[in-house]
Each structure stands twice: as structure tokens, then as C-alpha cells.
Nanobody, 115 residues
Framework: QVQLVESGGGLVQAGGSLRLSCAAS????????MNWYRQAPGKQRELVAS???????NVVDSVKGRFTISRGSANNTVYLQMNSLKPEDTGLYYC?????????WGQGTQVTVSS
């Protein structure tokens, strides 16, 4: 089992920044990739950024140059640094762990960007 707890969401004006954190606990040795997803109202959940065990990263085109995914020194925390936020970045952001035997999700943290 893997437990994921997100934090760092909030309300910010367009152009502002937020840093989301995801703390993993439990069988973290089984995690292959950590991901950030988001779901805007009325839309499907979409993958935003990923980081592998070798720290290889990927971000979706719509956030490239603005969002950065990274791993903390303790290796059980993953961050999503979000700069130059836009109203279309508004949504519920979820941390996801891709493990040997399946996927785990956090409870989500709300990000709201006002224009």
C-alpha cells in the first residue's frame, strides 16, 4: 500500500505561482513513476507532469516552460512548481503513484487561478 497526501493548493491571481507537494508513505520502494494529474470542472482528468525513479521528467505541452516537477531530497516527496499561472490551470490537482501492482491516488488539492 502507498499513501499520498497533497498540499499547497490555494487561490492565486493570474501570473502568480504555487508549489504543490505530495508526500508518499508506505511501500514507496514499489513506486515506478510519480505523476501529477488535474481535473477542471466538467472536464476529464488529465496528466500534467511525471517523474521517474531516475528523475526523468515530462510535462504536458500546455504547461511546458511554466510547471516543473521535482523530487525532494528524502525521495518520498514530489513537488509541482507552477509559475505564470493562468485561469485555465484551475482545477483539482491529484498526486498519483504508478507502482508495481497498480496505481494509488491522493485526495487532491484545489488550485484556483483568478483572472
Amino acid at each position: 500500500q502507498v499513501q499520498l497526501v497533497e498540499s499547497g493548493g490555494g487561490l492565486v491571481q493570474a501570473g502568480g505561482s504555487l508549489r504543490l507537494s505530495c508526500a508518499a508513505s508506505g511501500s514507496i520502494f514499489s513506486i515506478n513513476t510519480m505523476n501529477w494529474y488535474r481535473q477542471a470542472p466538467g472536464k476529464q482528468r488529465e496528466l500534467v507532469a511525471s517523474i521517474s525513479t531516475s528523475d526523468s521528467t515530462n510535462v504536458v505541452d500546455s504547461v511546458k516552460g511554466r510547471f516543473t516537477i521535482s523530487r525532494g531530497s528524502a525521495n518520498n516527496t514530489v513537488y509541482l512548481q507552477m509559475n505564470s499561472l493562468k485561469p485555465e490551470d484551475t482545477g483539482l490537482y491529484y498526486c498519483n503513484a504508478d507502482c508495481d501492482w497498480g496505481y494509488y491516488w491522493g485526495q487532491g488539492t484545489q488550485v484556483t487561478v483568478s483572472s
